[in-house]
C-alpha cells in the first residue's frame, strides 16, 4: 500500500494563498489516480479535487472551484493542491488519497490516506 505525505499547511488571512504538496512513496505513483479531501471536526470527509494518472481528468467540488487548483508531478511523485482567495470556510484537515474506484466524490473510494495537514484561514 503506498504512503503518502501531505505538507504546507499552516494559518493564513482571508484572501490568502497555500500551497499544499502530497508525495507518495513507491515507484508507480504515475499510474495512481490522487484526490484532495478536508475534514473539520465533527462532520465527514469533503470532496475537493480529483486528479488523474496524467492529469487528463481533473474534477473539482463546486465550493472550491475557481480557487483551487489540483496537479501533480510524477517524476517527484507529489500532487499538489494550489489554493488562492481563501476563505475562512476553507478551514480544515486537508488529506490525500489514492483512488481505487467508483464514484470521485465519495471517501471510501480512496484508501492510503496521508495523515492530513491543517489549514487554518482567519476572518
Known amino acids: 500500500q503506498v504512503q503518502l505525505v501531505e505538507s504546507g499547511g499552516g494559518l493564513v488571512q482571508a484572501g490568502g494563498s497555500l500551497r499544499l504538496s502530497c508525495v507518495a512513496s513507491?515507484?508507480?505513483?504515475?499510474?495512481?489516480?490522487m484526490g484532495w479531501f478536508r475534514q473539520t471536526a465533527g462532520k465527514e470527509r469533503e470532496f475537493v479535487a480529483h486528479?488523474?494518472?496524467?492529469?487528463?481528468?481533473?474534477y473539482y467540488a463546486d465550493s472550491v472551484k475557481g480557487r483551487f487548483t489540483i496537479s501533480r508531478d510524477n517524476a517527484k511523485n507529489t500532487v499538489y493542491l494550489q489554493m488562492n482567495s481563501l476563505k475562512p470556510e476553507d478551514t480544515a484537515v486537508y488529506y490525500c488519497?489514492?483512488?481505487?474506484?467508483?464514484?470521485?466524490?465519495?471517501?471510501?473510494?480512496?484508501?492510503?490516506w496521508g495523515q492530513g495537514t491543517q489549514v487554518t484561514v482567519s476572518s
Open positions: 513507491g515507484r508507480t505513483f504515475s499510474s495512481y489516480t
Open positions: 488519497a489514492r483512488f481505487t474506484g467508483g464514484n470521485f466524490y465519495t471517501p471510501s473510494n480512496y484508501n492510503s
Open positions: 486528479i488523474a494518472q496524467n492529469s487528463w481528468r481533473i
